[in-house]
């Protein structure tokens, strides 16, 4: 593949390939070169800039700092992750990371922000499995995973709370070793002065306010969005009614889930009851 067979409609992985080749012989490097001072090997650069591999925010970043690009390779991988993530999401994406406020509702599986990456890896190569995704695009939606939760250690934390349902704790996601290390890191994060963890138990049974995962996002304008999915889109909500009416069923799920003593008894109790 030739650069100029690359044009506008190339896809991003093609795109972060033929400028990683084009700095590259800039800088008069041969791949074994580059792949040395990157950390990585030889068959790696030539996969990526062959675009047969996914690219990692961590390549994108020491092939920033390799060719002192400042950031280049960095947006150019989040456009590639971006390219396999839900519409809707991208832009949820952005506000989450800028948000003072985070309050999430759970269902089903583990809210990704409080997800381990083993747990995150499971679930993103059972979707390979099922034919859903690409491996790159399970890649990819792990990467992107890890820099969302950076969020849970910059500078001005924000206040995150949220409310999983009984269901998250009674699937076995990635097996018995994963789910402990999930517990684990649940109850570690709801030891955190500004995270809040209450559980939904089942016997909410239809009075459960929402029939799908929902987010809301207190922004640093005063404004708040919402976010929630279906399977086959995602949707950020700024309409200010209809976040109200979402505020209002979250306040309800607050009053009806378990306290937070409770919510990390029945944690604990789910742990303990796997471990044994």
């Given at each position: 593949m030739t650069?100029?067979?690359?044009?506008?409609?190339?896809?991003?992985?093609?795109r972060f390939g033929i400028e990683l080749r084009r700095m590259r012989r800039a800088m008069r490097w041969s791949q074994v070169e580059l792949g040395r001072r990157m950390g990585y090997s030889d068959a790696m650069i030539s996969y990526v800039e062959r675009a047969k591999k996914a690219v990692t925010?961590?390549?994108?970043?020491?092939a920033d700092e390799v060719f002192e690009t400042g950031g280049t390779f960095y947006e150019l991988w989040r456009r590639i992750a971006k390219a396999s993530l839900l519409e809707g999401f991208p832009e949820f994406a952005d506000a989450e990371a800028r948000c003072r406020r985070l309050r999430t509702f759970a269902l089903t599986v583990v809210t990704g922000l409080l997800q381990v990456p083993e747990y995150a890896e499971a679930l993103a190569f059972a979707?390979?499995?099922?034919?859903?995704?690409?491996?790159?695009?399970?890649?990819?939606?792990?990467?992107?995973?890890?820099?969302r939760q950076r969020l849970l250690v910059r500078q001005k934390l924000p206040l995150i709370h949220a409310v999983l349902d009984e269901s998250c704790l009674a699937r076995p996601v990635g097996g018995r070793a994963v789910m402990l290390k999930q517990f684990d890191h649940i109850e570690e994060l709801a030891a955190r002065p500004?995270?809040?963890?209450q559980v939904a138990p089942f016997r909410l049974g239809e009075n459960l306010p929402f029939a799908l995962p929902v987010t809301l996002l207190d922004l640093p304008d005063g404004s708040v969005v919402g976010y929630a999915e279906s399977h086959a889109r995602g949707h950020l909500e700024r309409v200010r009614d209809a976040v109200t009416a979402w505020e209002r069923q979250y306040d309800q799920l607050v009053v009806e889930a378990l306290p937070k003593t409770a919510s990390l008894a029945l944690i604990d109790k789910a742990r303990r009851e796997l471990a044994s």
């Amino acid at each position: 593949m030739t650069d100029a067979e690359i044009d506008a409609t190339s896809t991003p992985l093609m795109r972060f390939g033929i400028e990683l080749r084009r700095m590259r012989r800039a800088m008069r490097w041969s791949q074994v070169e580059l792949g040395r001072r990157m950390g990585y090997s030889d068959a790696m650069i030539s996969y990526v800039e062959r675009a047969k591999k996914a690219v990692t925010s961590n390549f994108a970043v020491k092939a920033d700092e390799v060719f002192e690009t400042g950031g280049t390779f960095y947006e150019l991988w989040r456009r590639i992750a971006k390219a396999s993530l839900l519409e809707g999401f991208p832009e949820f994406a952005d506000a989450e990371a800028r948000c003072r406020r985070l309050r999430t509702f759970a269902l089903t599986v583990v809210t990704g922000l409080l997800q381990v990456p083993e747990y995150a890896e499971a679930l993103a190569f059972a979707a390979v499995q099922r034919g859903a995704i690409t491996q790159a695009e399970a890649e990819e939606r792990v990467d992107v995973l890890a820099v969302r939760q950076r969020l849970l250690v910059r500078q001005k934390l924000p206040l995150i709370h949220a409310v999983l349902d009984e269901s998250c704790l009674a699937r076995p996601v990635g097996g018995r070793a994963v789910m402990l290390k999930q517990f684990d890191h649940i109850e570690e994060l709801a030891a955190r002065p500004n995270v809040t963890i209450q559980v939904a138990p089942f016997r909410l049974g239809e009075n459960l306010p929402f029939a799908l995962p929902v987010t809301l996002l207190d922004l640093p304008d005063g404004s708040v969005v919402g976010y929630a999915e279906s399977h086959a889109r995602g949707h950020l909500e700024r309409v200010r009614d209809a976040v109200t009416a979402w505020e209002r069923q979250y306040d309800q799920l607050v009053v009806e889930a378990l306290p937070k003593t409770a919510s990390l008894a029945l944690i604990d109790k789910a742990r303990r009851e796997l471990a044994s």
